[in-house]
């Protein structure tokens, strides 16, 4: 027993500490929110006369936060708020750059694929793609374009059928061609998405990188309703989507369908491809010239969630939204350091406050409180640093503000212990036998009181946004930090503690352990 606690005891403290200063001599730290290194905020709203729909601005808030995450902004802030779209942009600094990062079109565009589909080598600033020749499928196989839910290469096909007939797109096969295309530092084309002009577009979950080279738009979503469905039709999941009538939307559908269809010179390939915001959602080979009852549908090896997102994409598609910036401002770091400033003394003096209380108040073992306090203070920083680095996790005000709250938490379980460990010397057990019993008993009040308090702060984090939202995930986190201290530091520490002659000859806790008597 003696040497289990021996090796965990130890083992707790090597981890923590050596995580401590594995990240303090990687130069690993944890990001700092908007509130505390500044940062711009940029509000956006639809156009005026403008019309659009929920689902739209849903999916502009989306593109928003793809944007964004590409390009490793730590915890960005993208709020809905109403009709309004807010973006706060920690560690930004250049103005022109936050606008170009948040705006996105809305609009959906219908493009003619001009040649074979290729597979990108991101490896250069000027790289080759390569591919071969795309392969049309019977109208009786399904493909889709290849998601993140099958492996890279695997061919897939997508069925868009109507009253005529359908359309099935293919992933290419063998490279066979090359073309050499620039690219960006993050290793994308260098080109934007351009609706009048052709170029190479990438397709949405693809890995390896796959681009298509399109022709300029012959349409957009706007030929569809936004009564796009998900649901199953023979065993498939599938997209049923009504066309607008006459030159609003089915003349112009069946115009480009026909296109396609007959590999006329504007769609050699036979192929339509639906753009949203530069990424390429569905590619299709067009199976029938017109689609007379008003019907499209699309149908293939989809997963739920990807025919689920590509229904959203077309009913945004038939409302596009269209952003406008109503500000952009530039969040200074001077308040925010101050304020951090004034938190993290109020902090340490309320901190220093409550150990020196329980150094008073129980003796010997207040010692263990501060050891403790220290041994989460380096588990904290060190989970806090790495999520920084990993996920883009960034510390704010309000995550500093849910830190100090969970020393209450903390302390809490301490003194929950050392009282069930005071009333079983008192009532003539020895030290030894009382703190094990001691944290026996105070255990499950322990879990159960922490576990309150993870509950508290999981529905915070889940009903909230912002730094309410942050202020529930570092309580948490430093809730189940307090779980792990408790059992694997405080336990061994004072059970250990408990077994020498030493602690039996002073005072614990206030009290005269040699002259409570009697044996358990």
Do not use: H
């Not at 065993?235 to 480009?256: C, K, P």
């Not at 109503?326 to 969040?331: P, W, Y």
């Amino acid at each position: 027993m003696r040497k289990k606690l021996i090796v965990t005891l130890v083992g707790v403290l090597v981890l923590s500490y050596g995580a401590f200063f594995a990240v303090l001599l990687t130069d690993t730290s944890p990001a700092l929110g908007l509130d505390l290194q500044g940062g711009i905020s940029v509000t956006q709203r639809p156009k005026d006369g403008t019309s659009y729909n929920s689902a739209s601005l849903d999916l502009a808030v989306e593109k928003i936060r793809e944007r964004v995450d590409s390009l490793g902004v730590a915890e960005p802030e993208i709020l809905r708020q109403g009709d309004t779209i807010v973006v706060n942009l920690p560690g930004v600094k250049n103005q022109r750059q936050a606008e170009e990062l948040v705006q996105v079109t809305g609009q959906v565009y219908l493009r003619p694929v001009v040649s074979s589909c290729q597979f990108l080598d991101t490896n250069a600033s000027t790289t080759t793609v390569a591919g071969g020749s795309t392969t049309s499928s019977p109208a009786t196989s399904t493909t889709a374009a290849g998601g993140p839910s099958r492996p890279a290469g695997e061919a897939t096909t997508t069925t868009v059928a109507g009253d005529a007939g359908s359309t099935t797109s293919t992933v290419p096969g063998e490279s066979t061609t090359t073309t050499e295309v620039a690219l960006d530092e993050n290793g994308f084309p260098l080109q934007q998405s351009d609706p009048n002009a052709t170029q190479y577009l990438p397709v949405k979950g693809s890995d390896p990188a796959q681009y298509c080279p399109v022709g300029p738009a012959q349409a957009t979503g706007e030929v569809f309703d936004d009564d796009a469905t998900a649901q199953i039709d023979s065993g498939e999941w599938a997209v049923s989507v009504s066309l607008r009538g006459g030159d609003a939307g089915q003349n112009i559908w069946d115009a480009l369908a026909t296109k396609c269809y007959y590999k006329e010179t504007e769609c050699p390939t036979g192929e339509i491809a639906i753009e949203l915001d530069g990424t390429l959602q569905s590619v299709a080979t067009v199976q029938a010239p017109t689609f007379d009852q008003g019907m499209v549908q699309i149908s293939g090896t989809f997963s739920e969630s990807e025919v689920r997102n590509l229904a959203r994409v077309l009913n945004s598609g038939s409302l596009p939204v269209q952003l406008q910036l109503e500000s952009v401002q530039n969040v200074s770091p001077t308040l925010g350091k101050d304020s951090l400033r004034a938190a993290w003394i109020s902090g340490l003096v309320g901190v220093g406050l409550v150990l020196l209380f329980m150094v008073l108040y129980y003796r010997i073992l207040g010692l263990i409180v501060i050891a403790g306090i220290t041994v989460s203070g380096a588990i904290l920083w060190s989970v806090i640093s790495i999520l920084s680095r990993t996920q883009g996790l960034a510390l704010s005000l309000s995550g500093i503000a849910g830190m100090i709250v969970s020393v209450g938490v903390t302390v809490d379980s301490y003194v929950v212990f050392f009282e069930r460990l005071k009333d079983e010397v008192r009532s003539g057990k020895t030290l030894r036998n009382s703190a094990q019993r001691g944290f026996t008993g105070a255990w499950r009040t322990i879990v159960i009181a922490d576990l309150v308090s993870l509950l508290g702060a999981l529905v915070l984090w889940y009903l909230t946004v912002g730094a309410v939202r942050g202020f529930a995930f570092f309580l948490g986190l430093s809730t189940a930090c307090d779980m792990v201290v408790a059992y694997f530091f405080t336990r061994p520490t004072v059970l250990l503690l408990a077994r020498t002659k030493w602690m039996e000859r002073r005072k614990v806790m206030g009290i005269e352990v040699a002259n409570v008597g009697g044996v358990a």
